[in-house]
């Protein structure tokens, strides 16, 4: 009797944790390999689980070396299926021997938790590779059924092009020829599988110099919708909403909805409006306390919204102006380009408040600081007689093995050393003063 209660409890208790997690939003990040100086995946996937917030991320591909590394840590990985592939998807024998390469090694043991077939398809233009879209994910979908995996959702991500219409929100749809012979169907695929539709919004390519607060979530006279009578105060909320609005002209208002992209980068060309630390901490310093607030949006209210951030890292190597290879939230030496109040050390995970740690500073780059400036500043500490064996080969502080990580570590330590200067961190305008602790995993920085 004791025995039976006992799991009993236990059982509720599960249930109830479920749902809780089930019932809350969820912030995730996309996590690209386009750097020659990006940190193992072994290493990132051990960042994420125990420094940050972060329990999903989404990958742009199925690199088995990434999909062993999160094995066991608990933290849900959307695969990417590429855009190449999917014509030869809609096969039913292709698309299982794809399952049985790059889902059924890995899963469950990495949490797998959903494929997203190709990237913003609607946007190539290539009528071929539409029509073969929805078939291919439908094939996908039966393909996972038959090899025994019933809890990995399949769906595609859209950009907002998808749209004809989006301002005011309320009047958003589809572009025509493809409402009803496209996204209706895919709509009706979502709803029959429970999985969600996936949307790319980002007011960075939507902005101008009279909307930039409106982008920002920053105090703004806001954008008036006449069909609803509502006031926008973030073009955030009318992108979703817009989009919502389409979905129910078709009659699937009720299908999820997943932000697979959003982000602002911290800098971009020179005089670039707009782009910067503070604006890109604003946006996406906003969203997070956006969507786990649970206030929904105008048309959604209460609605949950699983959200990823672009990105995990600068990518040195993203082709195209400088702000896309500036989106990062990190540093590949998993130091923050600046604080959203995802790192667990001084922050409060309930409110996604960064609180800075009583008393305490860290030395640390600045983000557009170069790597022979920062050797420079190697240099010059460890000629100064300062321990640089934390840095060097077996050091708790060598790996990740570049440059920038090597002179976070050093540069704060001559901080430290001499008192906590303010001009002790200037190193020829290369050095920046944070209230954040930089530590990670054994790499424990002087405080």
Not at 86 to 96: D, F, G, K, M, V
Not at 109 to 123: D, H, Y
Not at 418 to 428: A, E, P, V, Y
């Amino acid at each position: 009797m004791v025995k039976t209660g006992g799991l009993l409890l236990l059982f509720i208790f599960l249930l109830v944790s479920a749902v809780l997690v089930q019932d809350s939003a969820a912030i995730g990040v996309n996590y690209g390999s386009m750097g020659n100086n990006l940190p193992s995946s072994s290493q990132v996937a051990a960042f994420l689980k125990q420094s940050t917030i972060i329990d999903r991320v989404k990958l742009f591909d199925t690199n088995p070396d990434v999909l062993r590394a999160f094995a066991n840590t608990g933290i849900a990985v959307t695969v990417t299926v590429g855009n190449g592939d999917i014509p030869s998807l809609t096969n039913l024998p292709t698309a299982l021997a794809w399952v049985a390469s790059y889902i059924t090694p890995f899963h469950p043991q990495t949490l797998i938790n959903r494929i997203a077939v190709g990237n913003e398809i609607m946007a190539t233009g290539d009528k071929s590779l539409i029509s073969k879209l929805l078939p291919a994910m439908k094939t996908l979908h039966n393909a996972l059924k038959l090899a025994g995996i019933n809890d990995i959702q399949v769906s595609t991500p859209h950009s907002l092009g998808i749209l004809s219409a989006s301002e005011p929100p309320s009047i958003g749809r589809f572009r025509r020829g493809y409402d009803r012979v496209i996204f209706a169907p895919m709509l009706q695929f979502h709803r029959d599988t429970k999985s969600p539709f996936m949307i790319n919004p980002y007011p960075y390519f939507g902005y101008s110099a009279k909307t930039l607060n409106y982008a920002l979530f920053k105090p703004n006279q806001g954008i008036y919708d006449k069909f609803t009578r509502i006031t926008y105060t973030n073009m955030f909320d009318a992108q979703l909403d817009a989009v919502h609005s389409a979905m129910k002209l078709l009659g699937y208002g009720d299908v999820d909805i997943v932000v697979a992209e959003t982000g602002w980068p911290s800098a971009g060309d020179p005089n670039q409006l707009g782009v910067n630390i503070d604006s890109a901490r604003s946006f996406n310093g906003g969203v997070i306390k956006h969507v786990t607030s649970g206030r929904g949006t105008p048309l959604m209210p209460g609605r949950k919204f699983e959200t990823y951030i672009f990105s995990l890292f600068n990518e040195n190597l993203k082709p195209g102006p400088i702000a896309e290879r500036n989106f990062g939230l990190f540093q590949p030496d998993f130091t923050p380009v600046y604080d959203v109040g995802i790192l667990r050390a001084g922050q409060n995970p309930s409110t996604n408040a960064s609180t800075p740690v009583a008393g305490k500073k860290w030395c640390v780059p600045t983000a557009d600081a170069s790597d022979a400036a920062l050797q420079a500043n190697i240099d010059y500490v460890c000629s100064s007689g300062l321990d640089c064996k934390p840095i060097q080969a077996g050091g708790s502080c060598f790996d990740p093995n570049t440059v920038r990580s090597h002179s976070s570590y050093i540069m704060n330590a001559y901080y430290q050393a001499n008192g906590l200067h303010d001009f002790d961190c200037d190193f020829s305008n290369t050095g920046l003063i944070t209230t954040s602790d930089p530590s990670y995993g054994s790499c424990q920085y002087l405080s």
